[in-house]
């Protein structure tokens, strides 16, 4: 079956466990990568530095479920600036990593221990590959060698034979079951048989014939928690709250409606939004809730970043690029400036902003997004989401379920 239309790979990048594969160049990252994988899903060559860019892919590795293998330049790429650019890239890679393989060659250089230690400060389960053992004779004693010099010994492995992959597997799903995340979207919302309604503007940004991201990961956590989903466009929540035997435990709404749901809504109902839920899933809530609180600080000279997750097309009326600079200039004053980034774009110095909004982050991963929060800390900016912005811009965050 082919792997673009095959079923696992309709599960969102953001959703699948991110292993990263480091190392020197020409230690067989690539070929391992594809004994992994179990077809070819990356170039291989004799030639060092074949890997020049982090090339990603979507499979399902048994028994760990949907991944997303990332191969990444050699650290020890040496060719002058674009060396410095791909080892740059491959350093950012650890940012989104929820598990390392770090590949060896025959022997451990210092750049291996390095690099072993740069990993463990990211807090990444990192396992330690030597890789090409059917060229070493005997291989222990190599694996023996490389533990006196960086003090892991290594999984033995060949990719060309195939030796040791399985056990590879299997030490990988160790890890991911170490740290996994296991928490629910809504969990701390509902209990089993509760009634939740959700509002669903299908403007210009839902795509014709489907729902977006957020939606349907709620829908169907809803489900996984035993829940009762009644679903309406804003236009229709009047007449479907009346047609309900009772009245819903929680309204779950797009951010863009926030006050309009929050006037029809009944007094013993929630309130949140989907991108709340994405932020405190995602995310850290208490600091985006913080975050927000900044905007009562802005001036007509500060400037803001928002920041998409997703490099889609702008629309009309979308909702980053137009709908919340609006808000923010009405509140504020027109000469706010304010800049838009999209996808893994994310300016390395946040210093000349005075707040960051981002958006739910449906498309990363966990780590990626808190790895993104941690930065705005670390710097002194303030960050915040685009559903908790909302709120505070409509003067209902504090009525609202956070």
């Known amino acids: 079956m082919d792997n673009e239309t095959s079923g696992f790979n309709a599960t969102p990048q953001g959703s699948r466990?991110?292993?990263?594969?480091?190392?020197?160049?020409?230690?067989?990252?690539s070929s391992l990568i594809n004994a992994l994988a179990g077809q070819q899903v990356s170039i291989v060559a004799d030639v060092a530095g074949t890997t020049t860019d982090p090339v990603q892919r979507a499979i399902e590795i048994h028994p760990i479920g949907p991944c997303l293998l990332i191969d990444t330049a050699g650290y020890d790429d040496d060719d002058g600036i674009v060396g410095i650019l791909r080892r740059e890239r491959t350093r950012k890679v650890l940012d989104q990593t929820d598990v390392a393989l770090l590949v060896l060659g025959g022997e451990a250089e210092a750049i291996d221990k390095e690099w072993l230690r740069q990993i463990k400060q990211y807090e990444v389960p990192v396992i330690v590959v030597l890789n090409k053992i059917d060229l070493f004779s005997p291989a222990q004693n190599v694996a023996e060698r490389i533990k006196r010099k960086i003090g892991v010994m290594p999984l033995l492995v060949s990719a060309h034979t195939c030796h040791g992959v399985n056990a590879l597997r299997k030490a990988i799903a160790q890890a991911v079951q170490q740290t996994a995340d296991e928490r629910s979207i809504t969990g701390d919302y509902v209990k089993p048989g509760d009634s939740v309604v959700l509002v669903m503007?299908?403007?210009?940004?839902?795509?014709?014939g489907r729902l977006i991201l957020?939606?349907?990961q709620t829908i169907r956590d809803l489900l996984d928690n035993g829940c009762t989903v009644t679903c309406c466009t804003p236009d229709q929540l009047e007449h479907t709250l009346a047609a309900l035997r009772r009245q819903p435990?929680?309204?779950?709404t797009d951010s863009q409606v926030f006050d309009q749901v929050h006037r029809l809504k009944p007094y013993r109902s929630r309130l949140t939004s989907f991108?709340?839920?994405m932020a405190a899933w995602k995310g850290d809530l208490k600091a985006m809730i913080a975050g927000a609180r900044a905007i009562d600080q802005?001036?007509?000279q500060s400037r803001v970043l928002i920041a998409e997750a997703c490099a889609h097309a702008p629309l009309s009326e979308d909702i980053g690029r137009e709908k919340i600079p609006a808000l923010l200039r009405k509140r504020v004053g027109q000469e706010?400036?304010?800049?838009?980034?999209a996808g893994r774009d994310f300016p390395a110095d946040l210093r000349s902003y005075s707040l960051v909004i981002h958006c739910g982050a449906c498309m990363f991963n966990r780590r990626y997004m808190l790895s993104r929060i941690r930065q705005a800390k670390k710097q002194g900016v303030p960050i915040t989401n685009y559903g908790v912005a909302i709120a505070h811009l409509k003067g209902i965050l504090d009525s609202i379920k956070l």
């Open 275 to 277: 991108s709340i839920l």
């Open 201 to 208: 503007p299908q403007d210009r940004q839902a795509p014709k």
């Open 298 to 300: 802005l001036t007509p």
């Open 17 to 29: 466990v991110h292993i990263a594969i480091y190392g020197r160049r020409n230690v067989g990252k």
């Open 214 to 216: 957020p939606q349907v």
């Open 249 to 252: 435990k929680l309204i779950i």
């Open 336 to 341: 706010l400036m304010v800049d838009v980034v």
